[in-house]
């Protein structure tokens, strides 16, 4: 059985050791450091740490400022809060001028759960991924997040990474080699292939269990790096497979769907089913049963495996 | 210093004609603000802030924010004067392929630190060089002008809090109180007086001046250095189009520049004979 860790907690973690090797390294946090983990950070680290508390918008101009004189700023806050409140101050002041701040935002999705719509995430993939210079990554798992947050650290430029708030199973090994801007085969497959980021990949994977069963051979492919997309492992997939679902805990519109139709409308097209939330705000809930009540589940994709195929054959 | 205030005076007046001149040949871009700000710029530029035109990245230096970016020809004819790129630069304002953008960008122009242009975030990137640069030990200072309209945004309060907040008193910000924006008299569009009573409330020192008299700005400079525990905040009272009486005081300059036939006029109000 796989363990489950929550990607924020792999975050914290990794920023706190990164700051014991890179003295540059600064934090912020707006009042919600106990969430996002930064805290782990802030308590090594004090003096390195900066709440600036409920106001986003100087959080992310800050950073920007903090860059400018040579430091490594992680920002973060929830998802919505990050990106969504400070879009234009992430789009004016870190960049354009290419700056040097790392955007980890967590509780991105429906799966932030009873808190509501007002604070799940639908939109912000689709609103970073429309700026140029940003790099967006939503890791899997754990693993994929402690190395992804090390890769943005070593990489100069903004970075976006967005994370999620409970626990998710690990799908990587110790052995993975995370590389920014490519995506990973995890299970091969003929007849259709199913390309997935962060929580939903492991939906993918257990759909593709079930597609087996029917007789149906899906390739799952992982896409961390939503920007820049790794065309090639797609394109290949498109070609090879013939169809494609698509499948991320984020609006239809925009982010990993929105980036696999576009390339594959210009280079290979294919049917395609974009499964995610369908332009529809968030609610109240139960991760689990938000994730069911949205269609973001294994059964949603096997559904969509099946509609893809039927317009592969006709 | 009598010698001191002259040269920065006659300093501001060559910067006011090459304003002029520039926003003349790119026919674009914003005469009013520039010319409103230009003293307390040529007070950092060429007196205040410690600075070395042949390596702008030298880690010591002080640093300056335009924040209300949109008078970068006041900006870039202190850096062209100060030796950070070629004078004859200043006639490729805004065209296609120039290192001197429309707003300062600190990816095309050496000397200029971060992007502005979007009104209220300047700010904010101060403060952010404020903590780094603290972090790194040092003396250095962080300068930031201001519009009047620009604190109608609610994220320059958002850094005024902050600034205080963390005590940064290696930051002093300047307010080009011009009392005018596009839509007219700040007063009528939306009223942000009183200024200085604002910052002070916020945990800010406050001073307020004569934006247009160097000896004033200069002795208000040196007392912000020496403001311990708060940022310091000097309001100096200006106004836009000052140099070219015909500019003078008119919201209609804002973002607009000298006409043909304006132009000897305004250079002749500037004791310019060319």
Redesign the interface.
């Known amino acids: 059985m796989s363990t489950m860790v929550a990607t924020r907690d792999a975050y914290g973690e990794t920023l706190a050791e990164l700051g014991g090797e890179n003295a540059e390294i600064?934090a912020l946090d707006a009042d919600l450091s106990g969430s996002t983990k930064t805290s782990l950070f802030a308590k090594k680290f004090p003096?390195?740490f900066?709440n600036?508390?409920i106001?986003e918008?100087?959080?992310?101009?800050?950073?920007?400022?903090?860059?400018?004189?040579?430091?490594v700023?992680f920002v973060s806050t929830f998802a919505i809060f990050a990106v969504g409140r400070a879009w234009?101050?992430m789009r004016?002041?870190v960049a354009?001028?290419?700056?040097n701040v790392k955007i980890v935002a967590t509780h991105g999705g429906v799966t932030v759960g009873e808190d509501g719509g007002s604070h799940q995430s639908v939109e912000d993939i689709a609103i970073v991924r429309a700026v140029p210079n940003m790099t967006v990554i939503v890791p899997a798992d754990g693993v994929e997040t402690k190395a992804a947050i090390r890769a943005a650290a070593n990489h100069k430029g903004p970075f976006y990474i967005r994370l999620g708030r409970n626990k998710v199973p690990t799908i990587f090994g110790d052995d993975y080699r995370f590389e920014i801007g490519k995506g990973c085969q995890m299970a091969p497959g003929s007849d259709l292939t199913i390309v997935s980021t962060g929580l939903m990949t492991a939906q993918a994977l257990a759909a593709a269990k079930l597609l087996q069963k029917e007789g149906v051979s899906a390739r799952v492919v992982h896409i961390a790096t939503i920007k820049p997309l790794d065309q090639e492992i797609i394109l290949e997939a498109a070609m090879e497979t013939g169809a494609v679902v698509t499948a991320e805990e984020h609006s239809v519109i925009g982010g990993l769907g929105g980036a696999v139709a576009e390339f594959l409308g210009e280079s290979c097209p294919v049917p395609i089913k974009r499964v995610g939330i369908r332009d529809r705000f968030g609610t109240s809930g139960k991760a689990e049963e938000l994730l069911k009540y949205f269609g973001l589940l294994a059964e949603d994709l096997v559904e969509a495996a099946r509609e893809v195929l039927s317009r592969k054959r006709s | 210093m009598k010698e001191t205030i002259a040269k920065l005076e006659d300093k501001a007046r060559e910067l006011r004609i090459d304003i002029v001149r520039t926003l003349h040949k790119s026919q674009s871009g914003h005469t009013g603000g520039s010319l409103s700000a230009i003293d307390m710029i040529t007070a950092l530029y060429f007196h205040k802030m410690r600075h070395d035109p042949e390596d702008p990245a030298w880690e010591e230096r002080d640093?300056f924010v335009l924040c209300k970016g949109h008078a970068a020809p006041a900006q870039y004819v202190a850096l062209a004067h100060a030796g950070y790129f070629p004078r004859e630069d200043l006639m490729m304002l805004r065209r296609l392929g120039s290192h001197l953008q429309g707003h300062p960008?600190?990816?095309s122009t050496p000397g200029v630190?971060?992007?502005t242009?979007?009104l209220g975030?300047?700010?904010?990137?101060?403060?952010?060089?404020?903590?780094?640069?603290r972090?790194?030990g040092g003396a250095s200072r962080v300068y930031a002008l201001l519009g009047d309209g620009e604190l109608q945004e609610?994220?320059v309060w958002?850094?005024a809090?902050?600034a205080a907040?963390?005590k940064m008193d290696n930051l002093c910000a300047l307010v080009d109180a011009n009392s005018l924006q596009i839509d007219g008299e700040v007063a009528k569009v939306m009223g942000v007086a009183p200024i200085a009573h604002k910052f002070k409330s916020f945990g800010w020192h406050a001073l307020e001046i004569d934006g247009h008299d160097m000896a004033a700005i200069l002795a208000a400079l040196d007392h912000a250095q020496t403001v311990k525990g708060q940022p310091t905040v000097i309001v100096a009272n200006t106004v836009k189009g000052k140099g070219v009486s015909f500019f003078e005081n008119k919201a209609s300059y804002h973002g607009v520049p000298p006409s043909d036939e304006e132009l000897p006029k305004a250079l002749e109000c500037l004791g310019c004979m060319e």
């Not at chain 1, 918008?57 to 430091?71: F, I, P, Q, Y």
């Open positions: 600064v003096e390195r900066f600036m508390g106001a918008a100087n959080m992310m101009g800050t950073a920007a400022g903090l860059a400018a004189v040579g430091k700023p234009e101050q004016q002041s354009y001028p290419k700056a | 640093r960008d600190s990816k630190e971060v992007c242009g979007s975030q300047g700010l904010s990137m101060a403060n952010g060089m404020a903590l780094g640069l972090l790194n609610g994220q958002e850094a809090m902050a907040h963390y």
